[in-house]
């Protein structure tokens, strides 16, 4: 069983890689694709919902990251 630590590792790990993707898809520095998503609530989603969210494909948690943001006024797509 895998302690609190090595959970919160697991969350900060999947985090960083899904900030990777979407950067990539978007075409935007690592940097600024955190900022957006921390801006416009991405990231408070991959938090609240990561039970749900790792067991989906990359493309799918991007896809839903990219609507979060738009209902929370993000403009970027």
Same mark, same amino acid.
């Given at each position: 069983? !895998? ?9 900060? $790990? &999947?985090?960083?890689? /899904?900030?990777?993707?979407? !950067?990539?898809?978007? =075409?935007?520095?690592?940097? $600024? !694709? &955190?900022? &957006?998503?921390?801006?416009?609530? =991405?990231? *408070?989603?991959? %938090?609240?919902? &990561? *039970?749900?969210? %790792?067991?989906?494909?990359? *493309? $799918?948690?991007? *896809? $839903?990251?990219?609507?979060? /943001?738009?209902?929370? =006024?993000?403009?970027?797509?």
């Amino acid at each position: 069983m !895998a302690t609190v630590a090595q959970n919160e590792r697991n969350l900060l $790990d &999947y985090i960083v890689v /899904c900030v990777s993707e979407f !950067a990539s898809r978007y =075409g935007m520095h690592m940097r $600024d !694709a &955190y900022m &957006y998503l921390r801006q416009y609530k =991405g990231i *408070d989603f991959l %938090h609240e919902f &990561y *039970d749900v969210e %790792h067991t989906l494909s990359f *493309d $799918d948690t991007i *896809d $839903d990251l990219s609507v979060i /943001c738009r209902k929370n =006024g993000g403009t970027i797509f």
